[in-house]
């Protein structure tokens, strides 16, 4: 997980559930309400998942716009932002999202719980989506040269 500034009470209070939960959580910052930019702390999320340390990311932020978008500069992060249930769902099932962002200013606490419990309990459809998420990847290594 991580967050910037905006995201952290969000952060602290979904690290919370998680944990009670039974999962484990690496906190990637940032680790206070003190402002804090938050593209570094959104890769080094996405980092640990791509390189298997990790099996989902979660990032937030005011909108989770900018978090999402930091995430997906890591090759091989899918990260899609998510402030509701339906595409928290669809994220995970046709697009095989592996990063989870979310705006703290813009998602409540409890419908927040709910949008990360469908994320990681939503499995990868498949079939005609593995085509695309793999075009995707594609696109990905085109772009990095």
Same mark, same amino acid.
């Given at each position: 997980m =991580?967050?910037?500034?905006a995201?952290y009470?969000?952060k602290?209070?979904?690290?919370h559930?998680?944990k009670?939960?039974?999962h484990?959580?690496?906190?990637h =910052?940032?680790?206070?309400?003190?402002?804090?930019d938050?593209?570094p702390i959104?890769a080094?999320v996405?980092?640990?998942?791509?390189?298997g340390?990790?099996?989902?990311?979660?990032v937030l =932020?005011?909108?989770?716009?900018?978090?999402?978008?930091?995430a997906?500069k890591v090759r091989?992060?899918?990260a899609?932002?998510?402030?509701d249930?339906?595409?928290a769902?669809?994220?995970?099932a046709h697009n095989d999202?592996n990063?989870?962002?979310?705006g703290?200013?813009?998602v409540?606490?409890g419908?927040?719980?709910?949008i990360?419990?469908?994320f990681?309990?939503?499995?990868f459809?498949? =079939?005609?989506?593995?085509?695309r998420v793999?075009q995707?990847?594609?696109i990905?290594?085109e772009?990095?040269?």
């Amino acid at each position: 997980m =991580g967050s910037d500034h905006a995201g952290y009470p969000l952060k602290q209070y979904l690290k919370h559930v998680l944990k009670e939960q039974g999962h484990e959580v690496a906190d990637h =910052g940032n680790h206070s309400e003190d402002p804090a930019d938050y593209p570094p702390i959104c890769a080094a999320v996405a980092r640990a998942v791509v390189r298997g340390e990790a099996d989902f990311g979660i990032v937030l =932020g005011g909108s989770g716009q900018g978090e999402q978008i930091s995430a997906n500069k890591v090759r091989g992060a899918r990260a899609a932002l998510c402030n509701d249930l339906y595409t928290a769902r669809m994220a995970r099932a046709h697009n095989d999202a592996n990063v989870l962002s979310i705006g703290a200013r813009v998602v409540a606490p409890g419908l927040a719980e709910e949008i990360v419990a469908v994320f990681l309990s939503t499995p990868f459809d498949g =079939g005609r989506h593995s085509r695309r998420v793999e075009q995707i990847g594609n696109i990905e290594a085109e772009e990095c040269g």
